[in-house]
């Protein structure tokens, strides 16, 4: 039986055609090592992931071809059971894409924002994922970061995101990743730097959900050491 001490975070990967391998292989790497018993052999884990797209095959940027657990529409039935969704990048004229069709991958994000409201969730953009959270205007106000040779673009896609809904000026900044706190409704929203930017997000958000020490340790099993 699940307690409050080994409480099981289920965690979604949204996934589209052209999508960056490392920007969602790294969080999933970072993630399914983290456990409360801090066991490689018999561990308990924390974080349930779950790799979403609109088809069931998506190809990757590099090319590497990688199946979902679940689709988009069956994500959507169950939105409220994600505690956790992670939005890696790909070349910004896909992600322009996504945002300007209004496809089922942006929809998804905002109505995973839509339903978080009086409970804290974690949605977390990895490099230039941010430009799909930029445009539904959740990072009005905050402090946030992309890839460094993205950040003029993503200052670009909130500039127009608060022409459209309104609210505070976003903050855009370099760095390995921000917690930009949370909103009014209870969401917590992570973004990081390109690539590798997302190990140490994924670890911030790990010792969120545990501690230092499990963070800490799944940084050893992997043998990643932040810059």
Do not use: W
């Amino acid at each position: 039986m699940v307690t409050v001490s080994n409480r099981v975070y289920e965690v979604g990967i949204l996934l589209y055609d052209g999508v960056d391998l490392l920007d969602f292989a790294g969080p999933h790497g970072v993630l399914s090592h983290v456990s409360y018993n801090n066991n490689p052999i018999s561990p308990e884990h924390v974080f349930k992931i779950q790799l979403i797209s609109a088809r069931e095959e998506v190809t990757a940027s590099d090319p590497v071809t990688v199946k979902h657990h679940i689709s988009i529409p069956e994500a959507r039935k169950q939105v409220e059971n994600f505690d956790i969704l992670i939005v890696p990048g790909g070349p910004p004229r896909v992600l322009q894409q996504l945002i300007d069709s209004n496809g089922p991958e942006y929809q998804f994000i905002q109505a995973y924002i839509n339903e978080s409201k009086n409970q804290e969730r974690i949605l977390m953009s990895v490099c230039s994922g941010a430009f799909i959270l930029g445009a539904t205007g959740i990072l009005a106000g905050k402090t946030v970061t992309t890839h460094s040779l993205a950040l003029d673009g993503l200052r670009d896609i909130c500039q127009e995101a608060a022409k459209k809904y309104g609210g505070a000026p976003t903050k855009v900044m370099k760095a390995r990743y921000v917690d930009g706190g949370l909103t009014k409704t209870g969401m917590r929203v992570i973004t990081t730097g390109g690539i590798s930017c997302g190990f140490d997000g994924s670890l911030y958000l790990a010792s969120l959900k545990t501690s230092e020490s499990a963070s800490n340790f799944s940084a050893m099993l992997l043998e990643y050491i932040a810059p």
